[in-house]
């Protein structure tokens, strides 16, 4: 498994496993507003550039959205990684109840752009399905 680190910081990791074709992102703390912005297009635009179609979000410690965020990963970030090319995502849930809560109308509106949702509590499950699909 080869990855190439797309971003590193006290907020979160990137990187893109370059054969398998998918970002993995990692929170290591709740994240919002700018920073979160920053961080997901980051990610989103070395997906593209590699014309990747897979991503799995490491979401355990992120806690709920503010609703800015939701607005900027439904209205503008969503539809820029489907037409983007993005097809399966593997979330691995927020530990935070409200966090894991808020997820739910996310997944159903990109499930809704036509990426196919895997939802998980592990890691490792996350990894196994997204390169089975």
């Known amino acids: 498994m080869t990855a190439h680190q797309v971003l590193h910081n006290e907020l979160a990791t990137v990187n893109y496993h370059t054969v398998e074709g998918y970002i993995h992102h990692t929170f290591h703390k709740p994240v919002t507003g700018e920073p979160f912005r920053t961080i997901m297009n980051t990610a989103l635009d070395y997906l593209i550039q590699q014309k990747g179609t897979k991503w799995l979000s490491d979401d355990r410690k992120n806690a709920q959205f503010a609703p800015e965020d939701i607005t900027f990963a439904l209205g503008d970030w969503g539809p820029r990684a489907a037409a983007g090319g993005w097809k399966y995502w593997a979330l691995v849930v927020p530990e935070d109840i409200a966090g894991r809560a808020g997820m739910r109308d996310i997944v159903e509106v990109f499930?809704?752009?036509?990426?196919?949702?895997?939802i998980f509590t592990e890691v490792e499950a996350a990894r196994t399905w997204l390169l089975q699909v």
Do not use: I, W
């Open 111 to 118: 499930f809704n752009m036509g990426v196919r949702v895997g």
